[in-house]
């Protein structure tokens, strides 16, 4: 008997979310559970401290849960300019800036999201689905080599403070493949969230802890405004299949949804594509790119305003979490803590993210418009051929993930591969007026072809973590399969 499927950014909460399904848990059990040890054994990627986005589709119903952050401010009493710390990182070859420390906290929503959904959609009890996590923080997990590459990447954030310091290292240097890891802490505070309810994380102690690590510029008002939100989702057609993707308040699903539209006026992309056919999918990256302007930006939270563009249309590091259940359940979940601000809430084990330093989502300098929701480029998306077939699909990777996911779709549809292999395919991505060429994969006469397409080009060779980390499941009648960015960030499916 199959149960489900399950898929995520690394082995253990990959894991997780398997055992809970064979356990009789659903879809929802699966990805909560999977969320909560990600939020232990992948702190560079994700965080209790963070945010995230789940569309879900549960007992037929699609619905979107936006846990996504709020901007801080209400009621600050803090005063001066949020000065931040600059960290370069280089990814494959490929320099990125991130802005940390306090002032780049905003309001956490990923404990209010998935206590809600969970509330609302699970099946087991949340003591049980949270089981695993409060076993990982306390008795330890072992790093794998994509953890290790990951902790090396982004350890000099972590060395800010000696709290984010032993979230991913021995005490001397950052945690190498198969050295085990504890964090005590978050294991009391899953423990007490789970006894007590989210609230206490943003009304009692673990919420005073989160403002004083916040130094004032997040406020205890701040914390307790917080709610999050369930919506409808943003639908989209493509050959014939019907998505659903969030709205508000990504900033992607209606780039994307509009990218799709203009590629279906033309015939299907084939299974080997060749120059001309990237050119094809290039020119649409870069429609992608044109239609994020500042009316899209300023529009993006007006009810309706997306979906009615569509009508008009002619023709940090982050990590995702895919599951599905034998009964049709489905969801996509896509979290992040941004790259972290450097900052453990004291006594709790939680790193805190840096989403006001990161420009692609919040391009402001001020305490403006505090308690709104922030832009994010997160895009779980589930699609739907109408004859028994559904996917969950997501990416990490910043502003990677609309290009990811475009390429993922189209070798999917157009192309007709499996998940795995539409996941495994090199990449390019199309940003401003630079496209990036994955070499990994490809012969130098192919990069140098893929080189014509654009005036400006920058390409890498290592197989790494810059073209993001997504993960496919799928359901159809026959069962599951999946396809999970395992070569690139180590990420695991499970079908059990």
């Known amino acids: 008997m199959t149960h489900g499927a399950c898929a995520s950014g690394d082995p253990h909460s990959a894991k997780a979310g398997a055992d809970i399904l064979k356990a009789g848990g659903n879809a929802v059990d699966a990805t909560v559970a999977a969320g909560l040890v990600a939020a232990v054994t992948q702190p560079t990627m994700t965080s209790l401290g963070g945010g995230g986005i789940l569309t879900l589709r549960v007992d037929g119903r699609v619905i979107v849960c936006d846990c996504f952050s709020t901007l801080p401010g209400i009621n600050l009493r803090k005063r001066g300019e949020r000065e931040l710390d600059v960290v370069t990182v280089s990814f494959e070859g490929i320099d990125v800036d991130f802005r940390v420390r306090a002032p780049s906290i905003a309001v956490p929503g990923t404990v209010a999201g998935l206590w809600e959904t969970h509330a609302r959609y699970g099946r087991l009890p949340l003591a049980e689905v949270a089981a695993p996590a409060v076993q990982a923080a306390r008795y330890g997990y072992r790093v794998t080599e994509a953890q290790g590459k990951a902790f090396n990447l982004l350890g000099e954030i972590y060395r800010m403070t000696p709290q984010s310091w032993a979230l991913l290292s021995n005490g001397r240097e950052t945690a190498e493949k198969g050295e085990l890891l504890r964090n005590p802490d978050i294991a009391d505070t899953i423990e007490q969230l789970v006894e007590e309810g989210a609230q206490v994380f943003y009304t009692g102690d ?40 969030p709205a508000i308040p990504s900033v992607t699903g209606g780039m994307l949804f509009a990218t799709l539209r203009a590629l279906d006026d033309e015939g299907p992309l084939p299974r080997d594509m060749k120059l001309g056919d990237w050119r094809r999918l290039v020119d649409a990256m870069l429609h992608m790119e044109r239609v994020r302007t500042e009316e899209y930006e300023e529009r993006l939270f007006e009810e309706g305003y997306l979906q009615s563009m569509l009508a008009a249309c002619p023709g940090g590091n982050t990590m995702h979490i895919s599951a599905a259940d034998e009964d049709g359940n489905i969801v996509a979940y896509t979290t992040t803590v941004g790259e972290s601000a450097g900052i453990v809430a004291p006594g709790t084990g939680v790193i805190l993210n840096n989403f006001l330093g990161e420009e692609d989502i919040y391009p402001g300098t001020g305490d403006d418009h505090p308690g709104r929701r922030m832009m994010s480029s997160m895009c779980p998306l589930i699609a739907d051929d109408g004859q028994g077939r559904s996917i969950a699909l997501g990416s990490a990777g910043s502003a990677r993930i609309k290009t990811a996911i475009l390429q993922i779709l189209v070798h999917l549809i157009d192309g007709g591969v499996s998940p795995r292999e539409a996941v495994r395919r090199s990449r390019v991505h199309a940003e401003g007026d630079t496209l990036y060429i994955e070499g990994w994969g490809r012969t130098r006469d192919e990069v140098s072809e893929l080189k014509t397409l654009a005036e400006k080009t920058e390409s890498t060779w290592d197989c790494g973590f810059f073209f993001g980390g997504a993960q496919v499941v799928e359901h159809t009648s026959d069962g599951f399969r999946t396809g999970a960015d395992e070569d690139r960030r180590g990420c695991v499916a499970y079908v059990v």
């Open 206 to 245: 673990i919420g005073r802890a989160i403002t004083t690590a916040a130094e004032g510029w997040l406020t205890p008002e701040d914390l307790a405004a917080y709610k999050p939100i369930f919506r409808e989702p943003l639908l989209g057609t493509y050959r014939g299949w019907v998505l659903y993707a």
